[in-house]
Nanobody, 121 residues
Framework: VQLVESGGGLVQPGGSLRLSCAAS????????MGWYRQAPGKQRELVAA???????NYADSVKGRFTISRDNAKNTVYLQMNSLKPEDTAVYYC????????????????WGQGTQVTVSS
């Protein structure tokens, strides 16, 4: 499985961005996809996830502001980020899980290369 992210950049507080993650390869084996982020000096944390069945999960810090969705025809997952805050600044990584266990234990099987999101005035 290969994951290619796009859509990061610089945005002012209160602004919006949409991240995209296109999957290729053995995509039939994917159980869930999602987004993690890692800010400087901090551990990588789960932001949002969506299973092949459409179930979603969000970090408390982004609930109500971020929305994860998927386009199965394009094998692409999106993260719509609204009302962005400076504390959302991080490198955002797309992930793919091949099993429910990988999702529950937050141990993705595949990672994208990461895309920088900077929220600053």
């Amino acid at each position: 499985v290969q994951l290619v992210e796009s859509g990061g950049g610089l945005v002012q507080p209160g602004g919006s961005l949409r991240l995209s993650c296109a999957a290729s390869g053995s995509i039939f084996s994917i159980y869930a996809m999602g987004w993690y982020r890692q800010a400087p000096g901090k551990q990588r944390e789960l932001v949002a996830a969506i299973t092949s069945g459409g179930s979603t999960n969000y970090a408390d810090s982004v609930k109500g502001r971020f929305t994860i969705s998927r386009d199965n025809a394009k094998n692409t997952v999106y993260l719509q980020m609204n009302s962005l805050k400076p504390e959302d600044t991080a490198v955002y990584y797309c992930n793919a899980d091949l099993s429910r266990r990988a999702t529950i234990t937050r141990s993705p099987d595949y990672w994208g290369q990461g895309t920088q999101v900077t929220v600053s005035s």
